[in-house]
């Protein structure tokens, strides 16, 4: 006799939970993030290899399409990295690939953390994998590329020689393409552990920062006492924004140097998760961390011996900052030699298109760029903390906001004039220009001029001038730059700007033409040293005499 089965209620529990355990272990989004790491020990060790079979004969990589197929390690041809959505949120976003197999023993899994691997951090988690499948090449493989983007003849009168002397050596043997990995690893990480903290790498207005201020560092005793300068100079400017003035732990504890602070509007913020290296030149690095912890989100950073000439608050609505990523810099005096690796880091050739960065003063809003300049100043933050390999190629703090950048492949603008040098004829040296500033130029050109005029005087090397026979009405006399300044101004790359040592004054700025400067480069333009009172719409009118009424000082440290 047949009989017909009817399943229990029972058995219908059962077969539910066998269909969703079925569609679990199917799930790609389940494969594929079983081996994402959560935490770092060990990564950015000097001992970082590079797999065999990755680099080829000549020392180079092959290149991102190759390395986009190429086998990880675990058999899968072209894995893709799935990305996490939030548990609020959906996303369409494309799986990412992974990374490139010389990365194995950094990631061993060849995909980014996964505290980077959600839907909200997406466009910065694809920014960091493509940066990872940039070209890793030893110097030799790199260097005829990058000799022929940058041409010795031209490129070895731009470089600082102090950084290629003391340097040189260091970009060619030390920075292997193993110590690239480890490198852009460290890139990586510095972002991943922030987020691993509860930390925002991604700017947005109130969770990292609101409204607009300024950014200052100082708390040693000359450099409060410039700091004081500066606020007290910005105050008669009618400047009535915010100020934050950060230092170290160990530092501005002088209870009327911070009674004048505060009285002036700014807040005292001590820098946190960062020490003074002891030993060193100068601390820089908290320049970077004054950034990421203020709690402004559009920022004008100001070093300590830096005043504007009139009132900076315009540059935060200025095109040139708005379009243009809602971050601006100003050109330094050098260019980058093609010896130095930081192309090779970067994953760039070398280019005379851009100047290095002076951050004197820096304009950026951390929610630029749809928020990853937050993250560009979390990178530049590391780098300034890792000084001892960082600022053998970026000379110092300036430069890691440039690279930052360049890592992510973000925006930013540069100001459209080139630095001039601002100074005194030196009566010791029967007039010679010695400059002791660095003259910065505005974003806009206001109506009534014909281009930006000079907007911030940076006395970097007054601190370090003589101050014989120097005061009021004798300090800040003349300007010395060339004739057509715009900083893209292909003729630029035959001008020479260095540092030399002037009779009875010490530490001197001076600009001229290179010896092999083509001569029809020469018959059309010029070095031209003039007075400050020359300069259009009289905007040095009254400089000086405020100057040294707020306290400003020469020599100090």
Not at 34 to 50: A, E, Q, V, Y
Request: charged share 25%.
């Amino acid at each position: 006799m047949r009989r017909n089965y009817r399943p229990t209620p029972v058995g219908y529990a059962l077969l539910f939970v066998f269909l969703l355990l079925g569609l679990y272990i199917l799930s790609p989004t389940q494969r594929a993030s079983s081996g994402l790491r959560s935490t770092w020990g060990g990564i950015g060790s000097s001992s970082t290899s590079i797999t065999d079979g990755v680099v080829g004969d000549t020392g180079g990589l092959a290149g991102l399409d190759e390395l986009d197929t190429e086998d990880n390690g675990e058999g899968e041809e072209g894995k893709k990295i799935a990305v996490e959505p939030n548990e609020t949120e959906e996303t369409d976003n494309p799986q990412l690939p992974a990374l490139p197999a010389a990365y194995a023993s950094v990631f061993p899994s060849l995909s980014l953390p996964s505290s980077l691997l959600t839907a909200e951090l997406y466009p910065l988690a694809q920014r960091l994998s493509k940066f990872l499948s940039r070209p890793i090449l030893s110097h030799e493989t790199a260097a005829q590329a990058n000799y022929e983007g940058c041409p010795r003849e031209v490129s070895d009168k731009l470089v600082n020689p102090d950084q290629y002397n003391g340097d040189g050596q260091f970009w060619r043997e030390q920075v292997t393409e193993e110590e690239i990995v480890t490198r852009r690893g460290d890139i990586v990480r510095w972002l991943a552990e922030r987020v691993e903290k509860g930390e925002a790498v991604l700017g947005k207005e109130g969770a990292t920062g609101s409204g607009r201020g300024i950014v200052l560092t100082g708390g040693n005793q000359d450099t409060t006492l410039r700091t004081i300068t500066a606020i007290k100079h910005l105050r008669r400017l009618n400047v009535d924004l915010p100020i934050e003035v950060f230092h170290y732990s160990d530092e501005l504890h002088d209870e009327g140097q911070r009674r004048e602070i505060e009285s002036l509007g700014a807040q005292l913020r001590e820098a946190k998760g960062l020490n003074k290296v002891e030993g060193v030149w100068k601390n820089w690095q908290i320049k970077g961390l004054a950034l990421v912890q203020s709690s402004f989100r559009e920022i004008l950073y100001l070093d300590s011996d830096n005043v504007p000439l009139r009132s900076p608050a315009h540059l935060f609505d200025a095109p040139l900052y708005t379009s243009n990523g809602r971050a601006a810099f100003w050109p330094d005096l050098s260019k980058d030699h093609p010896d130095n690796a930081i192309w090779r880091i970067v994953g760039e050739t070398c280019s005379l298109d851009d100047w290095t960065f002076e951050s004197g003063q820096i304009v950026i809003d951390k929610a630029g760029n749809n928020g990853l300049n937050l993250a560009a100043l979390v990178i530049a933050s590391g780098m300034m903390e890792d000084r001892e390999f960082w600022f053998h190629m970026c000379g110092g703090d300036k430069d890691t906001f440039r690279w930052a950048f360049r890592a992510l492949d973000i925006e930013f603008a540069v100001s459209p004039r080139w630095m001039s040098a601002l100074g005194i004829k030196n009566a010791y040296e029967n007039g010679r220009f010695c400059g002791h500033s660095v003259l910065q130029y505005d974003l806009i050109t206001p109506e009534g001029f014909t281009r930006p005029p000079p907007l911030f005087v940076h006395s970097n090397l007054l601190k370090h001038l003589g101050s014989g026979g120097l005061g009021k009405g004798s300090l800040f006399t003349h300007i010395r730059r060339m004739s057509n300044d715009y900083s893209h101004n292909p003729s630029l790359n035959y001008a020479h700007s260095w540092v030399y040592t002037g009779s009875g004054r010490g530490m001197c700025l001076d600009l001229d033409w290179h010896d092999n400067v083509p001569e029809n480069i020469r018959s059309e333009e010029w070095v031209e040293t003039i007075q400050v009172g020359q300069e259009d719409g009289g905007v040095f009118e009254g400089f000086e005499d405020s100057w040294f009424e707020e306290g400003g000082r020469i020599g100090g440290w």
